[in-house]
């Protein structure tokens, strides 16, 4: 079975911090892309950042330059550190993983990935 285990949301206020943290498991963990969608809509989500198997990273505008995400093969986690905070931010975070040699899409609607896997979700909540 399938899991991907999100943690580390929390409130915060402007230009503070969080550490998202994401367990894997069922799965083929380092021959996948892991990354981070935002919750926009009741049923959109738009990717804010994916790590490839190889390490390489790609972030969404918005967070370019403030959130940094990582892996860790060894543990079957990968992490997206969130800094300078804003209440823009505020959201609902779910990690998801791409199956093996696929990627994952820019924007996902009903939470389902036609290549992937889609785990629970975490609430970041900004205040100003």
């Known amino acids: 079975e399938v899991q991907l285990v999100a943690s580390g949301g929390g409130s915060v206020q402007t230009g503070g911090s969080l550490r998202l943290s994401c367990v894997a498991s069922?799965?083929?963990?380092?021959?996948?892309?892991m990354g981070w969608y935002q919750q926009i809509t009741d049923n959109e989500y738009e990717l804010i950042a994916h790590?490839?198997?190889?390490?390489?990273?790609w972030y969404r505008n918005s967070v370019q330059g403030r959130f940094t995400i990582s892996r860790d093969n060894a543990k079957n986690t990968v992490y997206l550190q969130m800094n300078d905070l804003r209440p823009a931010d505020t959201a609902m975070f779910y990690c998801?993983?791409?199956?093996?040699?696929?990627?994952?899409?820019?924007?996902?609607?009903?939470?389902?990935?036609?290549?992937?896997?889609w785990g629970q979700g975490t609430r970041v909540t900004v205040s100003s």
């Open positions: 998801a993983a791409s199956r093996a040699h696929f990627t994952l899409p820019r924007a996902v609607r009903n939470a389902q990935l036609q290549f992937g896997y």
């Open positions: 790590i490839t198997r190889d390490g390489e990273t």
């Open positions: 069922g799965f083929t963990f380092q021959d996948s892309w």
